[in-house]
């Protein structure tokens, strides 16, 4: 890979310059009190930060949070966060109130030798994920003024064709940063050549989300297991009724195909935890996948399907898992999705959980990061690379 690293900007001495780094501290944040609930993304990106307060630099951070649409909107505020990472580095980081604008220039100005600052929200401006390249130009160039250098270590977000991500590293001398670093050397281990037999899990909500990537998987890997939301549809493909559970009706086709050309590599639920309604305290059963009742949703895997996922998954030497099994936020259906996670932690493997959902899932579940090879701090991110697309933020960084 022809990519400069954070070592190599190190090494040309960074003291007193400008470093502009784009980060991915689109973390979740409470409904009811805005509190940040996982701060993974900031932690994983304190190495490429703690580097560069130490060797002198002015640290500019960048990132999005959420989805505003290109204007300022409170409760995407990154202000939270801004407190957050002052305290995991120790230090307190200066705040802009704006991206670009008066705040930003002035934050940036003031910034001394090993301080660092935060910009508000990336995507309070319509040019960051502009298609058009003259607006996107525009808005990075604004971006670009406050660097010397640029770092990526945004790779939650490398998958997007964004100002901040595509544009600005085309303005200013720029390297990867070390998460970026480390992700794509252990996504690249999937692609190249895994240990097998390579067991992949797909859960989450929508086939939609994640049929290119089982199109792209279907060759490589040995077993392919389908939870979550999703599976309803691929159960529905097999001529099961699947009562009102999440259904898309125009991929029912698709499953059926990707079922005739799987050779028996994808595994799907035999049982399933169908509930009246969609909620906490909904009255709840364990049936067979061959009698959800008409009325009832499935809300996650059931017990036999555990234990036959976790056989497949206790022969693996490579596993990738993305997705969670059911509704694991409600504990009534997060079983599935636990005996999953502790499967994959007790396999002789090499494991990687990739996306925000499915590494939120681990810590909200109380399960020991470190018994997992890798937890990727990219979904879409993770799984785009898994399709062998070419992904904008990397392939600006290679020139
Ligand atoms: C994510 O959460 O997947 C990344 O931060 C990218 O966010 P996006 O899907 O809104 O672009
Ligand atoms: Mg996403």
Redesign the pocket.
Known sequence: MSIRTLDDLLAEGVSGRRVLVRA?L?VPLDKQTGAISDDGRIRAVLPTLGALVEAGAKVVVCS?L??PKGAPDPQFSLSPVAGRLGELLGAPVHFATDTVGESARSTVADLADGQVALLENLRFNAGETSKDEAERGAFADQLAAFGDAYVDDAF??VH?KHASVFDVPARLPHVAGRLVLREVEVLSKLTGDPERPYVVVLGGSKVSDKLAVIEALLPTVDRLLIGGGMCFTFLKAQGLEVGTSLLEKDMVDTCRNLLERANGKILLPVDVVVADAFAPDAAHDTVRVDGIPSHRLGLDVGPETVAGFSAALSQAKTIFWNGPMGVFEMPAFAAGTRGIAEAITKADAFSVVG??DSAAAVRALGLDESSFGHIST????SLEYLEGKTLPGIAALEN
């Open positions: 991915d689109n999005h959420g989805r939650g977000a997007r996306g925000g990219g979904g879409g991110a």
